[in-house]
């Protein structure tokens, strides 16, 4: 069974860092295409940031310079460090597993379970 678990949510000043862990399981993250999406209240679902199974990352313009996704192979993890962190960036993130590239978004068929960030001072 396919499972992602994310972790590493929290409260966290403006301007303060916090990195989220996406853990997969019954899967190998490098034959996937992993996406971190995230959605505030009363606001759609929007893509963040994006790895390829081939190592290819891509970030939507806001979060440009400051976010960093990243992989362990060995851990069968996917980070997403987020520097400089803006009251704007609020939201629940999720990870998300595709057996197809970063901007088809269709074919994200596995999901974890969200965990909350809140950047408020």
Known sequence: QL???ESGG???QPGGS???SCAASGFTVTYYTIGWFRQAPGKEREGVSCMSSSGVSTNT???KGRFTISRDNAKNTVYLQMNSLKPEDTAVYYCAASAYG???YQGY???GQ???VTVSS
Do not use: E, F
């Open 109 to 111: 068929k596995y999901w």
């Open 10 to 12: 929290g409260v966290v």
């Open 3 to 5: 499972q992602l678990v």
């Open 61 to 63: 313009d806001s979060v």
């Open 102 to 104: 970063c901007g088809y």
């Open 18 to 20: 916090l990195r989220l």
């Open 114 to 116: 969200g965990t909350q």
